[in-house]
């Protein structure tokens, strides 16, 4: 472990607090677009009437993963004093396969955030 890394797991959960609340922080902004959207929108055409339903859903549901990517990113930083407990060396081991699931979908995230020249 070099001295950059989490020293207890209370700290890593702490540490990667980051991820939700920058996934908080696209939603809100993803929500913010769609409202935009809906300004542009004529209400008084009927036909408008499918478009306005799907950006005021959409918009709805961005905003409510934001309000619970927020909770979970505040959960995780609260535990950055969690005690340590004891550990099965061999269940730790076995852990990694599930944690370089989490590092592919992470790498997968930043390759879907690159510009797309």
Sequence with gaps: MTS?????????LAANAELPEILRSLMEAMADLFGAHLDA???SDPGSRPEIEAYTSLSQKHREAASLLGALAGEMASYHTLPQADHDTAAMQR????????????RRLVACLQPQD
């Design 4 to 12: 950059a890394e989490p020293g207890t797991c209370g700290e890593g």
């Design 41 to 43: 929108l004529d209400s």
């Design 95 to 106: 852990q990694q396969a599930v944690y370089k699931r989490v590092l592919d979908q992470r």
